[in-house]
């Protein structure tokens, strides 16, 4: 029996609503997550756009806040400046590599515990005729649903947020410089990441779940 797409996301909705709570936790990770990415980004953005304007006033406002202009004296000056940037660049990506880890690994983790608790249905829907490759697609559609609406939330929170901060830093020389594509070019990048992360992290407890037998699924006490 082949059910349609139509099924699966109805399904699929139905079983988040269910599970609300535990869905929660589950976005919670991948907020927070791309909230940090999206703030960094934008951050970036915002200084990288001020640093090009070029202007004393402004410049004097970076190097007040710690951020390297490049208008350092004399060719070792600025060597220095780029090493610097060079430097924090690295660290940022650190730390961005191992916040999306861990919204990996929770991900998972939590896609494995609903499998747990989903045994007598996942066997059901094995007995009544759905394919493995149903049972998979089910799952992704969860975790996709879920990354997206935790990316969407993460990119506003951590924008907003970012924002807030460079205002009270550098004034209204943010709005006046305001990197608008920039902005909209790292949220859709950060859109993207949250999105395939959630999908990445949904593989593993997707194919458990395709892969279970229906009559052990159905004897489990879970």
Same mark, same amino acid.
């Given at each position: %029996?082949?059910?349609? /797409?139509? &099924?699966?996301?109805? %399904?699929?909705?139905?079983? *988040?609503?269910? $599970?609300?709570? $535990? ?8 907020? *927070? ?11 970036? =953005? ?16 970076? !190097?007040?806040?710690?951020? =390297?202009?490049?208008? /350092?004296?004399? =060719?070792?000056?600025?060597? =220095?400046?780029?090493?610097?940037? !060079?430097?924090?660049?690295? +660290? ?27 045994? &007598?249905? %996942? ?7 759905? *394919? ?46 305001? #990197?608008?594509?920039?902005?909209? &070019?790292?949220? *859709? ?13 949904? /593989? ?6 395709? +892969?279970?037998? #229906? ?8």
């Amino acid at each position: %029996i082949i059910l349609p /797409m139509s &099924r699966a996301v109805e %399904i699929s909705i139905r079983s *988040l609503k269910i $599970r609300f709570g $535990r869905s929660l936790i589950t976005t919670s990770g991948v907020v *927070l997550a791309i909230a940090f990415l999206m703030s960094v980004w934008s951050s970036n =953005e915002i200084v990288s756009s001020l640093r090009n304007v070029n202007k004393s006033e402004i410049n004097l406002l970076l !190097q007040k806040k710690g951020v =390297e202009t490049g208008m /350092m004296d004399g =060719e070792e000056g600025s060597a =220095e400046a780029q090493a610097r940037l !060079q430097e924090e660049e690295s +660290k940022q990506m650190w730390l961005i590599s191992l916040s999306l880890l861990v919204c990996v690994v929770g991900i998972a983790n939590a896609m494995l515990m609903s499998v747990t608790e989903r045994f &007598r249905e %996942i066997g059901t829907m094995k007995c009544l005729g759905a *394919l493995d490759s149903f049972i998979v697609k089910l799952f992704l559609l969860e975790s996709t649903f879920q990354g997206v609406a935790g990316t969407s939330a993460g990119i506003l929170i951590g924008f907003l947020l970012t924002l807030a901060l460079a205002l009270l830093d550098y004034g209204g020389f943010v709005i006046d410089y305001f #990197p608008t594509a920039g902005i909209l &070019r790292s949220a *859709l990048y950060a859109l993207v990441a949250g999105t395939v992360l959630s999908l990445i992290g949904a /593989m593993l407890p997707a194919y458990r779940a395709a +892969k279970m037998e #229906p009559v052990e699924a159905m004897r489990s006490d879970t």
